[in-house]
């Protein structure tokens, strides 16, 4: 009874390259959100999906950052070009339904050099 | 934006002792969520509040939900080293986002 999964844990890039962050969800569960934590802040929403469909991404910037939740496969929250102010943590959550609790996964550390 | 207000920001107490923090905001959430957050670490999940006016047990762990539902607290009791953690509140809203506080950072010595 896995919970969520994220990979990879921990990942750096240097300034310019695309940073790609993946989630699966628990299982049985198929509304995806992904949310940032930048240092001394609190957790902030990104992006709601489904399987599919992008719900609300109003928390995103609009350039550079991206997501999908495709069919078969993992949810990707995507980054180009990083720049040293993308560096935080990013978490993924999962619920079975809407309004629905939200499940955390561990989290993936980006690191920009 | 709806904003969570987390006090005390930061709390050291002895093992055996009890304590309480809170969470408040000016808005009305369909659902509260408490988490707790170790370092380098996910939140985890300790409770979802729902209704107004509603308590929640959790072993030494007591979670109550504002009559308005827009405000909790936590309550410990005989804090052990254990508990040491960040806890985090959660407002889930209609448009199924969360809106956290920046946490309260608890401290057991022992």
């Known amino acids: 009874n896995a919970g969520v999964m994220q990979n990879p844990r921990h990942l750096v890039r240097r300034r310019g390259q695309e940073a790609r962050l993946r989630c699966s969800p628990m299982?049985?569960?198929?509304?995806v959100y992904w949310y940032r934590q930048l240092p001394e802040e609190g957790l902030k929403f990104m992006v709601y999906?489904?399987?599919?469909?992008?719900?609300?991404e109003s928390g995103m910037p609009k350039e550079r950052f991206s997501a999908e939740f495709p069919k078969e496969g993992p949810s990707i929250l995507r980054i180009q070009q990083v720049v040293r102010g993308d560096s935080a943590a990013y978490f993924c959550?999962?619920?079975?339904?809407?309004?629905?609790?939200?499940?955390f996964g561990p989290g993936t550390r980006l690191l920009v050099l | 934006t709806q904003l969570l207000e987390q006090s005390p920001q930061f709390l050291s107490i002895q093992e055996g002792e009890n304590l309480t923090v809170y969470c408040n905001s000016s808005s009305v959430f369909s659902s509260l969520q408490w988490y707790r957050q170790e370092p380098g670490e996910g939140p985890v999940l300790l409770v979802t509040?729902?209704?107004?006016?509603e308590v929640k047990k959790l072993k030494r762990l007591t979670f109550q939900f504002g009559d308005a539902r827009k405000d909790s607290s936590l309550h410990i009791t005989a804090a052990q080293t254990g508990d040491t953690g960040l806890y985090l509140c959660a407002g889930l809203s209609g448009n199924n986002r969360l809106a956290f506080g920046k946490g309260n950072q608890v401290v057991v010595i022992p």
């Open positions: 299982k049985g569960h198929s509304h």
């Open positions: 509040v729902v209704t107004g006016g």
């Open positions: 999906l489904q399987k599919e469909n992008i719900i609300d």
């Open positions: 959550a999962s619920s079975r339904d809407t309004q629905e609790t939200q499940y």
